[in-house]
């Protein structure tokens, strides 16, 4: 076949119908690149590994219907190709490509005539519900204490107390990312350590760090890290070999994985923050170039990981912000500074549609290069970071997101570190 139909997108809702004669689910779930599928049956597609060309019969009778179903939410990545066999396909002649690339989506084909031919009665997409339960506990690692690079940690519990230092977490360094993964687990990457590397260390559902782990991507320091699709995570942007600035980013699977360079998501820039927002997407925003000085915008980030482009004017310009989940899908931005040294405690509160307010007023002491992570499933915590010196301050951030008076001697006063969620049980 040749040409193209789109994606044939209705925007029908309702249920699958089924004929008099009641409709039979196939039991086997197709993984094969090709398929012949026959009249009064349904059939789960599942295209994780490869797309999937399906072959209608060659003949049919009006009221003949046919189901298919994208099994593994994987269409939007690994299409389905529909070969009419010789009938038409909404009123065309069997000469054009029939694709259906929507992830989620389910097709309700109905044999009309041999004008019309197979019709779809509808072509839903089911949204995506199952979003794993908020992570419970968090984790501080890694960081620099004043002198040199460390690498402690410190456990966030369920109530909001860090635990004392413990030792030995893998290769000490400093300016490194970190996010959830898994739903309930956690993974720390990228840094610096006498030069830029690109290890990463995960985390389990017990807060215990495994040992280094190489080859992750391009080897950089500076760099964000968010959650996103509820089960995955994202690190992006960052500095590399010979002083450049990058916006490559690395997606990171529901199993830990993190793949390989993707790039152009955006202006290439240091010192930026991520966070999750709306159960299942995330954002970075702010940052720093040394040529255009700090900025204020912001890149979105869709459930399936895609960075868009620059939005501009989300506030006064910095970089080396914290940045924390809170409540049901929002999150807040706070703390910084600017290429003139200023220090601020302004907050910038995020929407569960990604809209980043206006500055407003902060709490505690302003600091840069603070580390966060979230913890009692809807609340945050900012903790360590740097005045001009470096601290071991924490602040709370409530549900409703006000960000509580300072508390300290939470463990090795330390900037440049990062923190992420674990686990689903307090």
Not at 36 to 50: C, D, L, Q
Not at 375 to 393: E, F, H, P
Request: with cysteine; charged share 10%; glycine share 16%.
């Amino acid at each position: 076949m040749s040409g193209t139909i789109g994606n044939n997108i209705l925007s029908h809702s309702g249920s699958i119908a089924v004929t008099a004669a009641g409709l039979n689910w196939v039991s086997s779930i197709v993984t094969a690149s090709t398929v012949t599928v026959e009249s009064g049956n349904g059939y789960w597609i599942n295209t994780t590994s490869n797309a999937c060309t399906i072959t209608l019969p060659a003949s049919a009778e009006a009221g003949d219907q046919i189901v298919i179903v994208d099994y593994a939410r994987t269409w939007g990545t690994n299409k389905i190709i529909i070969d009419s066999n010789g009938l038409n396909y909404q009123g065309n002649a069997d000469t054009y490509t029939v694709e259906y690339t929507t992830s989620g989506q389910s097709v309700n084909l109905i044999y009309s005539d041999s004008t019309k031919g197979w019709l779809p009665l509808e072509d839903d997409v089911a949204a995506f519900s199952h979003i794993p339960p908020p992570t419970q506990k968090g984790v501080f690692a890694y960081g620099h204490d004043g002198s040199s690079e460390v690498s402690l940690k410190n456990l966030l519990g369920s109530n909001g107390v860090i635990a004392a230092d413990v030792t030995g977490v893998g290769t000490a360094r400093q300016q490194i990312g970190a996010t959830s993964y898994g739903g309930d687990k956690a993974i720390f990457a990228y840094g610096y350590s006498g030069g830029y590397v690109n290890m990463s260390n995960l985390v389990n559902t017990s807060g215990v760090i495994g040992s280094d782990v190489t080859g992750v991507g391009t080897a950089r320091y500076k760099v964000a890290a968010a959650r996103f699709g509820g089960d995955k995570g994202i690190f992006a942007y960052g500095m590399k070999g010979g002083d450049a600035l990058t916006n490559d980013s690395n997606l990171v699977s529901n199993v830990g994985v993190v793949a390989t360079d993707g790039t152009g998501v955006g202006t290439a820039r240091v010192a930026t923050s991520g966070v999750g927002y709306g159960g299942d997407k995330a954002l970075f925003a702010f940052g720093n170039s040394a040529s255009a000085g700090d900025y204020s915008l912001k890149n979105l980030v869709s459930n399936t990981g895609v960075i868009g482009s620059d939005v501009t004017g989300v506030g006064t310009a910095r970089k080396s912000l914290a940045a924390v989940s809170y409540g049901v899908g929002l999150a807040i931005y706070t703390y910084g500074i600017d290429a003139a040294g200023t220090i601020y405690t302004v907050r910038n509160l995020v929407s569960n549609v990604g809209v980043v307010a206006a500055d407003a007023s902060g709490a505690g002491t302003g600091r840069f290069f603070a580390a966060t992570a979230a913890y009692g499933g809807d609340k945050g915590a900012i903790a360590y970071g740097d005045t001009g010196s470096v601290v071991s301050l924490k602040n709370l951030v409530s549900n409703t997101g006000v960000v509580a008076a300072n508390v300290t001697g939470v463990g090795t006063a330390r900037n440049a570190l990062a923190g992420a969620g674990y686990s689903q049980s307090a």
